[in-house]
């Protein structure tokens, strides 16, 4: 077994990577960019390497800093990880002409599979069913539309050299094949550099299910199917294994297509044979074909991990370091249901747009697995896919694993960025998805249902307001401000909540009782024994608050925007002789003299209330007349604390 590795990449899989490698008494070596120099997978390793700028290009797909640093640390093999160098043949060249080991598979099985088209060619000699369509080199516009209609629309045209989805489009009908194999082409050359398109037959009702392989150079074996067919836009949002519906038939015609598949080209390593199935009719072996293989550790490996107990990337170290493959077919058995949810900061509601932030809060239930490349407090930076977390649960059927999803999803508190979380929530409890009975189209025909930003209730809203005012001690603080006993019996306190203002009035009701007044309605609201209490029912509700910024996490989590009650108070008195206190509170500092010439904005008094400091400023350019408040003293709501002199007065 090696001693040292170095792990040519960032964020949860290099975290993933250097948890087994620790388990493993492995020692870990970490690069990063100046983007990630207070990342998590630094911290975790017992070595980092600065490797440059915080672009891609600069860093982490510098395959020559990367090999330089490998030897300069003294370790003996880089694992790749996902994305970045992990499928580059040339970067594995190199790796292996410095005399260090590269954990995955050999270039010239990266190569073999690079390109769709000849990977496809390739799989037909094997006897592995390929979609039917052109894969040829003729690149001619006339000749590819002719090969579409012989395949017969609806056609999908891929660029050979695609990836994520990108280059790819689905033709309904002859006359929209042009203009869209011009876009898949222009697409293609920019993302990857080559513009070259296969057509494919585009399979009706299709699902997406994936065969985990893993293979020692010569002999292979699989460790069963993942099903990643609920996809958003070609890109996969929850994966399961194994499949709902499976038959043995199915599985071990599936599992065979992908064995043959993968010792076709030696392949040694862990590594994904990618199928579609027409899913129309259930599942039938002559209804599924090659697509792609990727050649590596797959984002949604965990699900594979769970349902069999094998650890990929302590095999993966195995395989590498010399070893034979740790188990035989005969020996790997499913226990159980396993779902995987990547979380992600990004905009639900505006079209999933990738977001970034500062995680203020970041909170995961202990009854899932969680790989995550970050901690409270670290940044989702602009540089990297948003990714905050991915959740994997495991139970022994199907529907206690998606009950478990929901649930844990549910619990999942990220607060200081907007978050696909509510979305994974709602498609875990989607009907269809429940029954089992998903395709690739699922989320698309759904995405209104899906994507609606959840609105609180008014139980929630009153733990807003409660929060919100102080009065309560979050449950992750100090218990109970002394500032409760002296308050007087209403506060008011403003919230913004997808655009809408609540104004709430909070009254304290006997002991640590408070009556929220929404208006229309009325909640009584209670934090004690760790928990809220709504009308004297206990919740499941949690709050954070970071500055103005307050979540009530309860089904979807809420964000509120808690108004300031400053910034009100300053329109208010514009132009006022008076400077009151907005809120009741503690006269901490007094600034002003009488007769002092203040001007707009000058800090006058500091009045500390709410367990915050606010401070009072004058809302005008004049002459302080007279102070009326003194350090130390307690004062009510709208108190007099300092009273400019008439602006005439002034003048004269
Ligand atoms: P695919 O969608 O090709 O079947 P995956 O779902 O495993 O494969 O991952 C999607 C792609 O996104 C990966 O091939 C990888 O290039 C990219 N990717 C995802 N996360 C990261 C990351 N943290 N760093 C770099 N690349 C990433
Ligand atoms: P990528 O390299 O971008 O991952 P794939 O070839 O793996 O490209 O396809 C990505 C997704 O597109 C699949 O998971 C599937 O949802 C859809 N897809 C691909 N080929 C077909 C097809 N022939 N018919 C229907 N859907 C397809
Ligand atoms: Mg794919």
Known sequence: MFNKILIANRGEIACRV???????????VAVYSDADAHAKHVAMADMAVHIGGPAPADSYLRGDVIIQAALDSGAQAIHPGYGFLSENPDFVDAVEAAGLVFIGPSA??????????????????????????????????EHLSGAADAIGYPVLIKAVAGGGGKGMRLVEKPSEFMDALKSAQGEAQTAFGNPDVLIEKYIQQPRHIELQVFGDGEKAVHLFERDCSLQRRHQKVIEEAPAPGMTPEM????????????????????????FIV??????????????????RLQVEHPVSEAITGVDLVEWQLRVASGEGLPKSQDELTITGHAFEARIYAEDVPKGFLPATGTLSHLDFP????????????????????PMIAKLIVHAPTRSIALKQLETALRHTDVAGTVTNVSFLSLLSAQEDFVKGDVDTGLIARHIEDLSVAPVACSKARSVAAVTALGLMPAPDRAPAPSLVLWTPLTHAVSLVHHEEQIDARVTVNGTGEYLVDLGEVQHTVRF????????????????????????????NGYRFHVVDPLEREDEAAAGGNLIAAPMPGLVKAVFAKAGQTVAQGDRLAILEAMKMEHSLLAARDGVVAEVLASEGQQVEEGAALIRLEDEDEAAA
Do not use: C
């Open 251 to 274: 599985r071990a015609a599936m599992g065979a297509a992908a064995v043959r598949a993968a010792e076709a080209i030696n392949y040694k390593g862990a590594g994904t044979i990618e």
């Open 528 to 555: 004690g024994e760790g928990a809220w209490w709504v009308d004297q029912t206990k919740v499941q509700a949690r709050t954070a608050r970071h500055g103005d910024d307050l979540t009530v996490f309860w089904g």
């Open 108 to 141: 010239d099985a990266i190569r073999k599979m690079g390109l769709k088209d000849a990977a496809k060619a390739l799989m037909e000699e094997a006897k592995v069913p390929v979609v039917p369509g052109y894969h040829g080199k003729n690149q001619d516009p």
């Open 366 to 385: 202990d009854s899932a697995r969680i790989d995550s490349g970050v901690r409270a407090g670290d940044t989702i930076s602009p540089w990297y896919d």
């Open 278 to 295: 027409d899913g129309s009719d259930g599942l039938r072996t002559d209804g599924f074909w090659f697509m792609e293989m990727n050649t």
């Open 18 to 28: 250097m948890e087994s490698a620790r388990k493993m008494g492995v020692k870990t």
